[in-house]
């Protein structure tokens, strides 16, 4: 979705038809200036080996650097190049739609945890209104769905955007809800960010906040079958080969059975799993030509970019990008 095209909403006092538009133009200029910073920025992909001698068992972990990634700048940047959109006339992507639908409760509160733009939050609201747009919390109208992040600037844009919504700043590793408080748990491409305790911590107040019965939804980078292809014939060089004081840790990637069981670990059990984003896993474990490919086809025909976009559940298996985990507290 190109940022120009989405709806833009206009300040809380009637603006001239003047500063509005230099209000857009300027909003423009800066997301296209932290657009090149963010693209300029060296990015390493590498194997993280068992450390030698210590007894530790597993497979080697994939993992991705970044520079800066661990500067406040990084992550301002980042919400510039995607900040949030009011969203109108847009519903769930493809990718999302049948886990969400099948999966996510019709009460309750539910909650985006680390939703940064908020911008799936109301694509959410707006694919089924009666059913997760109860953003006044009336009784027997809807799920709330509530959008929670650690940036107060994201949280403060989303409201200034979206009035009538719920947003909160808050901690994934703390969260501000009672025990059993919540009916849905969203999290998209957060755990990922965080080491191995501090990830456990998170999926432990996943647990902790959602009801009996309550259902989290969680998505990661997928070491997928064809990624570890790339690896075993030496496509990912060894962390050690990087240097450590320039470029910054980002994010893991996560096989099925590794996240499944960490989510299990913290008192969830993972009932579904889909993958998607194929077209950019595609790529990432066979080059970026291979990508190219794909994307001449998906030009050429109309029912070929749907089947990029979204293939069959084989390819989702083999080559996405990301991985979706639905798991649900057992009562």
Same mark, same amino acid.
């Given at each position: 979705?190109?940022?120009?095209?989405?709806?833009?909403?206009?300040?809380?006092?009637?603006?001239?038809?003047?500063?509005?538009?230099?209000?857009?133009?300027?909003?423009?200029?800066?997301?296209?200036?932290?657009?090149?910073?963010?693209?300029?920025?060296?990015?390493?992909?590498?194997?993280?080996?068992?450390?030698?001698?210590?007894?530790?068992?597993?497979?080697?972990?994939?993992?991705?650097?970044?520079?800066?990634?661990?500067?406040?700048?990084?992550?301002?940047?980042?919400?510039?190049?995607?900040?949030?959109?009011?969203?109108?006339?847009?519903?769930?992507?493809?990718?999302?739609?049948?886990?969400?639908?099948?999966?996510?409760?019709?009460?309750?509160?539910?909650?985006?945890?680390?939703?940064?733009?908020?911008?799936?939050?109301?694509?959410?609201?707006?694919?089924?209104?009666?059913?997760?747009?109860?953003?006044?919390?009336?009784?027997?109208?809807?799920?709330?769905?509530?959008?929670?992040?650690?940036?107060?600037?994201?949280?403060?844009?989303?409201?200034?955007?979206?009035?009538?919504?719920?947003?909160? &700043?808050?901690?994934?590793?703390?969260?501000?809800?009672?025990?059993?408080?919540?009916?849905?748990?969203?999290?998209?491409? &957060?755990?990922?960010?965080?080491?191995?305790?501090?990830?456990? &911590?998170?999926?432990?107040?996943?647990?902790?906040?959602?009801?009996?019965?309550?259902?989290?939804?969680?998505?990661?980078?997928?070491?997928?079958?064809?990624?570890?292809?790339?690896?075993?014939?030496?496509?990912?060089?060894?962390?050690?080969?990087?240097?450590?004081?320039?470029?910054?840790?980002?994010?893991?990637?996560?096989?099925?059975?590794?996240?499944?069981?960490?989510i299990e670990a913290a008192g969830l059990r993972a009932?579904?799993?889909?993958?998607?984003?194929?077209?950019?896993?595609?790529?990432?474990?066979?080059?970026?030509?291979?990508?190219?490919?794909?994307?001449?086809?998906?030009?050429?025909?109309?029912?070929?970019?749907?089947?990029?976009?979204?293939?069959?559940?084989? &390819?989702?298996?083999?080559?996405?990008?990301?991985?979706?985990?639905?798991?649900?507290?057992?009562w």
């Open positions: 979705m190109s940022a120009t095209t989405l709806d833009r909403p206009g300040a809380a006092t009637s603006p001239t038809p003047a500063h509005a538009e230099a209000d857009r133009a300027e909003r423009e200029r800066l997301r296209s200036d932290a657009e090149r910073w963010l693209a300029a920025l060296p990015i390493r992909t590498v194997l993280r080996r068992p450390p030698r001698g210590t007894g530790e068992r597993g497979h080697p972990r994939l993992a991705m650097y970044r520079t800066a990634a661990g500067s406040p700048e990084f992550w301002e940047k980042t919400w510039l190049v995607s900040p949030p959109y009011r969203m109108r006339g847009y519903t769930l992507p493809t990718w999302y739609r049948d886990a969400f639908t099948r999966w996510l409760p019709s009460d309750g509160l539910i909650i985006e945890a680390g939703c940064g733009n908020g911008n799936l939050l109301r694509m959410l609201a707006n694919h089924d209104p009666a059913r997760w747009g109860n953003f006044a919390r009336e009784p027997q109208k809807g799920a709330c769905v509530e959008g929670l992040d650690f940036a107060p600037n994201a949280i403060a844009e989303n409201r200034r955007i979206h009035p009538e919504g719920c947003y909160r &700043v808050g901690d994934v590793r703390d969260l501000p809800y009672q025990t059993g408080g919540l009916s849905g748990y969203i999290s998209m491409g &957060v755990v990922e960010h965080f080491g191995e305790p501090e990830r456990a &911590v998170i999926l432990r107040e996943a647990a902790r906040t959602l009801r009996p019965g309550g259902v989290a939804i969680i998505t990661v980078p997928s070491l997928s079958p064809a990624r570890r292809l790339r690896a075993s014939l030496g496509g990912f060089a060894d962390e050690s080969t990087i240097d450590r004081s320039k470029l910054d840790f980002y994010q893991f990637y996560f096989t099925r059975r590794e996240i499944a069981g960490q009932v579904a799993f889909d993958g998607y984003d194929c077209r950019r896993g595609f790529a990432d474990a066979f080059g970026e030509r291979a990508g190219r490919v794909l994307d001449r086809l998906a030009r050429g025909s109309a029912w070929m970019a749907r089947r990029i976009d979204h293939p069959p559940r084989p &390819v989702r298996r083999f080559c996405p990008h990301m991985l979706m985990v639905v798991a649900i507290k057992p």
